[in-house]
Each structure stands twice: as C-alpha cells, then as structure tokens.
C-alpha cells in the first residue's frame, strides 16, 4: 500500500510543482489543499501519512496549520501524519519555530525538489 501524502499550499504554481516531483519520485496517493482550513479538514477526513505545508498560507502560516493538525490527533489517540513545513525564505528562526510546534522536517522550497524528496523519503 503507498503512502499517502497532503500538501498545503496557497500558490497554485508551487502546488503544481511539488505534486509533479512526488509523483515523479513514486509517490501516487497526493491529496491537495490551497489553504490552511481546506487543509487541517483534508488532514481529519483523509488520514494522510505525511503533511508538506507551506510556511506562508494567507490568513494563516504552516506553523499554525502543523499545530492544529497535531492537537488534532492527539485529542483522537491515533497517530499524528509527519509534517514537513517547507518554505521559500532560508530562516534559522523558523526552524526552530517548526520543531517547536511539532514538524518532523523543515525543508527550502526550491525549483530542485530533491531535498524535499529527501526529506519525505526519511519521513515514510
């Protein structure tokens, strides 16, 4: 059985981007979500083994989204999905920032996905 994977994103190029490497890299079950409430819901009903959030998503960033979607879990008692944040902006005090609310991986977003793909391989 594969893996599936959610990702959330708001910049519909970007969303395009990285489905088309997962898909690229193996992966086939990738669900889709272009804001932070259409993605914690997508999160609840889908069950998905792994999340890649964008860190800036409107009204809302990826840190947000990470801990709502790990509060989620934990108030079911089923195990949380891996959560990567990923962004366009190289910050030390983000990644610390995603550690802290529960992200398993902090990743660049760059038009080379193979430390993306990296990351999701260490992850699942």
């Known amino acids: ?3 599936k994977i959610l ?3 708001d910049n519909e190029v970007d969303l395009i981007i990285v489905k088309r490497c997962l898909s690229e ?3 086939a079950e990738i669900i ?10 997508k999160a609840k009903e889908e069950k998905p083994d792994l999340v890649i959030s ?14 709502q979607i790990k509060n989620l879990y934990s108030q079911t008692n089923q195990a949380s999905p891996k959560i990567i944040i990923m962004t366009g902006f190289i910050d030390a005090v983000d ?5 802290k609310v529960g992200a398993d991986d902090y ?18």
């Open 1 to 3: 059985m594969g893996k």
């Open 54 to 67: 964008d860190t800036l998503l409107g009204s809302s960033n990826g840190f947000e989204v990470c801990a």
């Open 25 to 27: 890299a193996g992966y």
């Open 107 to 124: 990743c660049a977003k760059t038009s080379d996905c193979l430390p993306l793909i990296e990351a999701v391989k260490k992850l699942i």
């Open 95 to 99: 990644a610390v920032k995603a550690r």
């Open 32 to 41: 889709t979500a272009q804001d932070a409430c259409e993605g914690i819901k």
């Open 7 to 9: 990702i959330i994103d």
